[in-house]
Nanobody
Framework: QVPVVESGGRLVQAGGSLRLSCTAS????????MAWFRQAPGKEREWVAG????????YYADSVKGRFTISRDDVRATADLQMNSLKPEDTAVYFC???????????????????WGQGTQVTVSS
């Protein structure tokens, strides 16, 4: 488990953009797969995007593909989520997750093994 902190959530109008940032306090950040999840009111947590620890391959849920971009900076130990063309249905608490040398699939299928942040609220008004 490593400390994970998200930031950047706020109220934004539909069609707007927002950039979330995630930091993980570990010297070995480059060996951690990173992913973003979200949980809307009354709904289960869902996976949004992931970036691998080796090679930086990116993966997206169908609901955000083409609108969201995940990136990482191993020097700054950050993993950002750029969100464009936001929709009201993107409203949720967004959580960042980190896991040592994991696949994104394992982060999704076995989330209890992830290190989690406290979440940051994103609200998209119509």
């Amino acid at each position: 488990q490593v400390p994970v902190v998200e930031s950047g959530g706020r109220l934004v109008q539909a069609g707007g953009s927002l950039r979330l940032s995630c930091t993980a306090s570990t010297l070995g950040f480059g060996s951690y797969a990173m992913a973003w999840f979200r949980q809307a009111p009354g709904k289960e947590r869902e996976w949004v995007a992931g970036i691998s620890w080796k090679g930086g391959a990116t993966y997206y849920a169908d609901s955000v593909k083409g609108r969201f971009t995940i990136s990482r900076d191993d020097v700054r130990a950050t993993a950002d989520l750029q969100m464009n063309s936001l929709k009201p249905e993107d409203t949720a608490v967004y959580f960042c997750a980190a896991r040592f040398r994991a696949t994104i699939r394992s982060m999704v299928n076995d989330p209890d093994e992830n290190s989690w942040g406290q979440g940051t609220q994103v609200t998209v008004s119509s």
